[in-house]
Structure formats: C-alpha cells, structure tokens
C-alpha cells in the first residue's frame, strides 16, 4: 500500500508541476488506475499490477517530455519573431521611401500575438505615409480583416489624416498659379477633377500634383474601406457616438456587392467639418449628431432617415433634395436656428 501511497503522490506532484488539460486528463487516469488496484481484495499478481503501474508511469513521462519540448519550440519560435520584428523596425525611417517597405514589413505582424497590437500601430501610422497605391491597398485591407470594436479608432484616425493630406493639398490651390478651370472653392469638385488643377506629364508631374491624385485615391479606397466595415456589423462594432469629425465618406453608392451607409446608426457622432458626397444614407441615423461644418454633397437617398436634435442647420453646405427633406420634417425650434435653416436650404447644392 505505501507503493501506491507513492506513486500516488508522485502522479499528484506533476499534475501540479504540468496543468495543462493533456496532462491532467492523463494524471486522472493513472490515479483512477492506482485506485483500483489500491481497493483490489484478491491476492495481487504482481507482475501484472507493475506492468499497469509501469504503463502509466510511462505515459505521465512523455506527457512531461513532451510538454517541455514544446516549451522550447514555443520559446525558439517566439525568439525567431522577435529578432524578426526588430530587423523590421530598424529598416523603417519616416524620412524616406522606407515607409513603403516598412508598412509591407509590419503587415505579415498582424496575426502575431505578440506583435500583433504594436504592428497596427505602426501600419497605421505609416500607411498615410506611403506613395504606393498597390502596398497602400495591402496594408488597408490587412487593417480591415483585423478590425474589431476595441481598435477601429485606427481606421477612423488613418481616414482623418488622409482628409488633412487632402485638404492640405486643396488649401495650397489658393495660394499656387492654377488654370482657371481648377475648382479652387469646391473641395469636392477637386476631388473628382484633379487633372484640372496639375498638368499631366507622364511621370514628370510635379511632386504636388502627384500627391493630390494619391490623397484623392486614398480618399476614395478609406471610404469604401469604413462603409463595408460598418455594414458588415462585426459584434460589438458600432458606429454611434463616434468621433468622425472631418472624414471623407465619398462615393459610398458605387461600393462594391451594394455596400454603403443604408441603415447605418450615427446617433450622438460627431461629424464637425467632415465631408459626405454621393452617400446613400436613406434609413440612417443622424440622430443627436453633430454637423457644424459638414458639406452633404449631391446625396441623393435619403428615405426614411432620421435626424432628431441633430444640428443640421448649422452644415456648411447641402445638397437641395436633402436640406428640403430635414427643412419639412426636422425643422428647428429657435428664430436664430430657423433663420440658419433657411439660408441653407436658400444656398443649396445640386443634388446631381
């Protein structure tokens, strides 16, 4: 009986030294097994009883092995990634073109669970950075998979930093010797019309005017990246009281499989200075919302949204189909309000 007690022991001692579910599944059985032959009345055949005892003992020793070999490749494993991601960092430098290299660097980092995090932060920092569409479009789509309600905030932060770039570019058109026919007053206009502002010269263009067409791409690829983000309505995902204040949302109606912002939920969002053009928003939510500033351009469906308390008066610009819609069902309380109310709806934009 003291063998038992032993090996008893023993089998107790590595359960608590391995708690892992393979070897506690193991150590259950062999102390099952001790059990059994513990409680076993009629005279013992020995040898029989050790080969049991032997048996198990056996198994317990390779769980053990096996759970220290795996140890070490774990550890080897995680010493290769990072030695990995160090000699990614070092080549980075946002001085140069290394930015390009660098984000396609970081992008294989995205499913790493140990550089996982730092890899967004950096892709997200550096994809507003690069002047290659083709590893711009890698990256944004590697964020995009990646997304979650706890880090979309990186999207939202790269997509206002690319409606600065561009209206950094446009604000320069002020203050530049442009042809005439460039739309200095009329962001949007721009956006679409870019090769009205910079002679096309087959690779000899200006670096400017290189950078307008980029940001007006990048504008375009960030829109459609948010509303199928959005309208794929991962758990937790929300777009309610968010900060999207100056963002782009362009194009949302030429999106691919329909997607766009339909029946998306904004309420309590602050959308200061941002620009929405040719969005499909009918069966949205701009409830609470704040609008000061936004230019709602040539949106065109509308049905069924929903703006309750929600500024809208107070935009900088709207389309005429629009501004009617909120003028006859969400008109505002105050003289002072319905006096701005007015005044947008007599100013407003075409809705084509």
Known sequence: MEDFDRIEKMTLELADKNPDPDS?????????????????????????????????????????????????????????????????????????????????GVEGFFDSQRHGKQAREVAATLLPLTDNKDSFEIALKGLVRHTTADNQRDLIGIAKTIAYNEWDVFNGLKSSKVPEKCPVEDVVAFLNSVNQCYEFKDGEELPVAKRAWLYSWEVDSMSDALAKLWQRGSPGLRVSNLDLSGIFLVNCMDLKNGDNLKNLDFSDSQFRGAVIHLCDISGAHFDRAELSDVIFHQVQSFERSSWKEANWWDARSMSCGLASYLAKNYGPGSSDQQARAKQLVDRCTSDN
């Open 24 to 104: 506690l599944l193991k150590v259950s059985q062999a102390l099952f097994t001790i059990r059994q032959l513990r409680g076993y009345k009629p005279t013992p055949v020995w040898p029989t009883v050790l080969t049991s005892i032997t048996a198990f003992l056996a198994v317990l020793l390779t769980v053990v092995t096996l759970r220290n070999q795996t140890k070490e490749s774990e550890e080897r494993r995680e010493a290769a990634e990072d030695s990995q991601w160090i000699d990614v960092m070092k080549q980075i430098s946002l001085k140069d073109t290394s930015a390009q290299m660098g984000i396609l």
